[in-house]
């Protein structure tokens, strides 16, 4: 079974950056489009940037200009850097990937367990 584990969500204080990590939790074949979304605690999940296979981002427009999503297909790794922090970006940030396990396999979507980035002001 396939898992995406994220990382480094930590406190930090307004205006200070972050940078969340997303891998899968065994070797698969191949990853095509990477995401990160967000939840906070009373709302939707909602999309934070893509980037394709190709390293193509895009940004919801919310984040534009302060954070950068980024992948390392070497090691099947997606990264969000956060800058300029906001009490605002307060939530749970979700990676999601569509992962194609095996070479005969097709692709299927995974998600991570998530992990909290708190920002105080």
């Known amino acids: 079974q396939v898992q995406l584990v994220e990382s480094g969500g930590d406190l930090v204080q307004s205006g200070g950056s972050l940078r969340l990590s997303c891998a899968p939790s065994?070797?698969?074949?191949?990853?095509?489009?990477m995401a990160w979304y967000r939840q906070a605690p009373g709302k939707q999940r909602e999309l934070v940037a893509t980037?394709?296979?190709?390293?193509?981002?895009n940004y919801a427009d919310f984040v534009k200009g302060r954070f950068i999503i980024f992948r390392d297909n070497a090691k099947n790794t997606a990264y969000l850097q956060m800058n300029s922090l906001k009490p605002e970006d307060t939530a749970v940030y979700y990676c999601?990937?569509?992962?194609?396990?095996?070479?005969?396999?097709?692709?299927?979507?995974?998600w991570g367990q998530g992990t909290q980035v708190t920002v105080s002001s």
């Open positions: 999601n990937a569509e992962v194609q396990v095996t070479p005969l396999g097709r692709f299927n979507s995974y």
């Open positions: 065994r070797s698969i074949f191949r990853i095509d489009n």
């Open positions: 980037v394709s296979a190709s390293d193509i981002p």
